[in-house]
């Protein structure tokens, strides 16, 4: 009995030291991860799109959000403001309409078309993707929170997600907190449906907001995510102000550490408000991120 124990141990020990140590190249491959940081249209100083560019080009931002209401009458204006610029257009933020849960067919009818509306400009720009979130707490009546309901969701998403995949971009299930939709509230459930569906068009985001209240471990929920991880919002962590202005709680290091484990070369994006001066808070936060990944 002692020699089987002692061999039993054996195998567990040389089972827990198989994980291989990182190695310098590993280290240098995180370390020249660019973070690329983005920030919704109206975040930016500015009264027009140029006005808006110029200070993004001026503080190295080089993402762009804009929303996705109308957006097709808008690429030929976008485009022209972005001609000769290092800036490229990130996710485009939701902008459809109707929901995709609805228990009305004609409501969900809707959602698909304005998506498909703004997938096709999103790809004519370049765009990483659509955000689109399954159904808000506040939308209803909305299918049941089952396994048919999910089936129905993945069949769903891989009819706009080939969709997307033809125009070059993608469509990406955002988690919320609790608080603003039941249906779908962590990245490693929104990457599960990506996974399910197994269609290229068909990716995930997560949003350190939303994530301060249902995650465990920034660095584990982008892990989680793998490669399905398409597009990041951030703010601050107790307001959804600038992030900054909550002091302490601002620390986004864990987070940025799973993203660059996982190889995140997309866009850090800000959707937030400022409680404060935007001249000041701006650059601030700007800097406090950069540090913050240098630090990870």
Known sequence: MASTAVAMSGSVMTACAAKPAETVSDTAKKNDLALKLSLQEGKAPGETLDAQFDYMEEHGVVGFEPGGGDLAKRVESIKKALSGRNIQVSAICAGFKGFILSTDPAIRKQCMDTMKE??????????????????????VPVLPHTMETRDFLCEQFNEMGTYAAQHGTTVIFEPLNRKECFYLRQVADAASLCRDINNPGVRCMGDFWHMTWEETS?????????????????????????????????NYVEGFRGLKMIGYDKFVSFECGCQGDRDVLLPAALQLLREQWEQA
């Open 118 to 139: 703004i997938i096709a400009a999103a790809g004519e720009l370049g765009s990483t993707g659509v955000i689109i979130v399954p159904a808000f707490n506040s939308q």
């Open 218 to 250: 920034d660095m584990g929920a982008f892990i989680s995510a793998g490669k399905y991880l398409q597009h990041v919002h951030v703010a601050s962590r107790k307001r959804r102000s600038m992030p900054g202005e909550d002091g302490e709680a601002d």
